[in-house]
């Protein structure tokens, strides 16, 4: 008998896109009312290469920073179990789904719309809230957003586009997604 209606996988992607899709509406809304000019610049032509470059290297220097402490210390360990247990068995092409709208609704709303407002310091401290911060169980995934978000706002002020923070977080979370799905996803479940 054929299957009918959408399956799991395909839900969860639903709600991925619509979540991130509303971050990004809540972004443009934002840009919009403001009487300054817009800072949801992606990339600009001049500056495009060395954007995506520096995009690169920070995340590439973040995931090493991440791997490092994941052979140091229990607490990033047992955040990744955490994240796996939250994400359950993820495939390739979910997890490039998951790191694109995560980094591109993120990195809108936080650098784009609401760092030209509320500035680096609250714009981090919120990014970082929003990774966690109410739950015990993700304290550590809250202290790392809170720091990339400095590290992300500082790349949007330094290039002054987007390109190079999405870039980072889109690397970030490709590469880290992969290594906990294969490190903590029991293999009978990918």
Same mark, same amino acid.
């Given at each position: 008998?054929?299957?009918?209606?959408?399956?799991?996988?395909?839900?969860?992607?639903?709600?991925?896109?619509?979540?991130?899709?509303?971050?990004?509406?809540? *972004?443009?809304? &934002?840009?919009?009312?403001?009487?300054?000019?817009?800072?949801?610049?992606?990339?600009?032509?001049?500056?495009?290469?060395?954007?995506?470059?520096?995009?690169?290297?920070?995340?590439?220097?973040?995931?090493?920073?991440?791997?490092?402490?994941?052979?140091?210390?229990?607490?990033?360990?047992?955040?990744?179990?955490?994240?796996?247990?939250?994400?359950?068995?993820?495939?390739?092409?979910?997890? +490039?789904?998951? *790191? +694109?709208?995560?980094?591109?609704?993120?990195?809108?709303? +936080?650098?784009? *719309?609401?760092?030209?407002?509320?500035?680096?310091?609250?714009?981090?401290?919120?990014?970082?809230?929003?990774?966690?911060?109410?739950?015990?169980?993700?304290?550590?995934?809250?202290?790392?957003?809170?720091?990339?978000?400095?590290?992300?706002?500082?790349?949007?002020?330094?290039?002054?586009?987007?390109?190079?923070?999405?870039?980072?977080?889109?690397?970030?979370?490709?590469?880290?997604?992969?290594? &906990?799905?294969?490190?903590?996803?029991?293999?009978?479940?990918?």
């Amino acid at each position: 008998m054929p299957k009918t209606g959408l399956s799991l996988q395909k839900i969860r992607l639903l709600q991925l896109w619509i979540f991130y899709g509303i971050f990004v509406v809540i *972004a443009i809304v &934002i840009d919009a009312v403001r009487p300054s000019p817009t800072y949801l610049v992606f990339v600009t032509p001049s500056t495009a290469m060395y954007d995506l470059t520096l995009g690169l290297v920070v995340g590439g220097v973040a995931i090493l920073v991440t791997e490092a402490l994941e052979r140091l210390s229990s607490s990033a360990r047992a955040l990744g179990r955490t994240l796996a247990q939250l994400l359950g068995a993820l495939g390739p092409q979910q997890v +490039f789904w998951y *790191a +694109f709208c995560s980094s591109v609704g993120e990195e809108m709303l +936080f650098r784009g *719309a609401l760092q030209p407002s509320l500035g680096l310091v609250a714009t981090s401290v919120l990014f970082g809230a929003i990774h966690g911060f109410f739950s015990r169980q993700l304290w550590f995934w809250s202290l790392l957003a809170t720091l990339m978000g400095f590290v992300f706002g500082w790349l949007m002020e330094h290039t002054g586009s987007l390109c190079a923070p999405i870039v980072a977080h889109f690397t970030i979370n490709l590469v880290n997604l992969t290594i &906990i799905v294969r490190r903590y996803v029991p293999k009978e479940r990918v």
